[in-house]
C-alpha cells in the first residue's frame, strides 16, 4: 500500500540553525499539508499546497517557515532560524482531493528538539 | 471559527468493555468529520469518516454518526480489545476551505487484557 515517508525521523538542532524536514507525499496526490504536534497538545494545521503554490497558511506559518516541492516527489518544511518553540513532531500529508471528505493519508513525523 | 472538542483521557478499559469517546465541533456550513487513529511510533490514519448530517462512519468495529442537531460526532465500539490502545483524534474539514484539518486534543485509550 502507497505510504507517506519522513525523513529524518528525529532531528536535533541549536537554536537559531535551519532545518530542512522532508516529506516524500504519495505519488499521484495532488494536494499536501504539514501539521505540527507539540508535545501534549493538539495536531495543528500549518499549511495547505497545491499546483506549486500554498493556498492556505495558519498564523504559526510565519516568516520562518517555507515550502517547497523542488523535484516532483519530494515536500520539504524549511524553518530558517529556529526556536525553541519549535520544538515539536512534524507531520507531512498527502491528499488526492481537498474536499468532499477525502483522505489525509499522514506520514510517521519527524520529531524536532531543538536546544 | 471551527473548532473540535474531545473528552480528556486517557481513558482505561477492561478487553471487552464498551468505548465511547466524545467528541463535538463547532463550524459553519457543513464539515466533513473524522475520527484518526495513532498507534504507537506510527502516524495517523484514518479510521473512519462522515460527510453530512446522519451519515454513520465504521471500520474495524468503530462507529460514529454526524449529529448535526448536537454538533457532535462521539466514536463508540461495543468491545475493545488490548490492540486499539492508542490515541484518538477527533476532526473537521471545512466546507469552505483547502482541506485543512481541524483537530481535537486526542484522547489517549488503554485497553488492559
Known amino acids: 500500500e502507497p505510504e507517506v515517508t519522513q525523513t529524518p525521523s528525529h532531528q536535533v538542532t541549536q537554536m537559531g540553525q535551519e532545518v530542512i524536514l522532508h516529506c516524500v507525499p504519495i505519488?499521484?496526490?495532488?494536494?499536501f499539508y504539514w501539521y505540527r504536534q507539540i508535545l501534549g497538545q493538539k495536531v495543528e494545521f500549518l499549511v495547505s499546497?497545491?499546483?506549486?503554490?500554498?493556498?492556505?497558511k495558519s498564523e504559526i506559518f510565519d516568516d520562518q517557515f517555507s515550502v517547497e516541492r523542488p523535484d516532483g516527489s519530494n515536500f520539504t518544511l524549511k524553518i530558517r532560524s529556529t526556536k525553541l518553540e519549535d520544538s515539536a513532531m512534524y507531520f507531512c500529508?498527502?491528499?488526492?482531493?481537498?474536499?468532499?471528505?477525502?483522505?489525509?493519508?499522514f506520514g510517521p513525523g519527524t520529531r524536532l528538539t531543538v536546544t | 471559527g471551527n473548532s473540535v472538542t474531545q473528552m480528556e483521557g486517557p481513558v482505561t478499559l477492561s478487553e471487552e468493555a464498551f468505548l465511547t469517546i466524545n467528541c463535538t465541533y463547532t463550524?459553519?456550513?457543513?464539515?466533513?468529520l473524522f475520527w484518526y487513529v495513532q498507534y504507537p511510533g506510527e502516524g495517523l490514519q484514518l479510521l473512519l469518516k462522515?460527510?453530512?448530517?446522519?451519515d454513520k462512519g465504521s471500520n474495524k468495529g468503530f462507529e460514529a454518526t454526524y449529529r448535526k442537531e448536537t454538533t457532535s460526532f462521539h466514536l463508540e465500539k461495543g468491545s475493545v480489545q488490548v490492540s486499539d490502545s492508542a490515541v484518538y483524534f477527533c476532526?473537521?474539514?471545512?466546507?469552505?476551505?483547502?482541506?485543512?484539518?481541524?483537530f481535537g486534543q486526542g484522547t489517549t485509550l488503554q485497553v488492559k487484557p
Open positions: 500529508a498527502s491528499s488526492i482531493q481537498d474536499r468532499g471528505g477525502y483522505e489525509q493519508y
Open positions: 463550524a459553519t456550513g457543513y464539515p466533513s
Open positions: 505519488s499521484n496526490h495532488l494536494y
Open positions: 499546497f497545491y499546483n506549486n503554490e500554498i493556498s492556505e
Open positions: 462522515a460527510t453530512k448530517a446522519d
Open positions: 476532526a473537521l474539514s471545512a466546507s469552505s476551505n483547502t482541506g485543512k484539518l481541524i
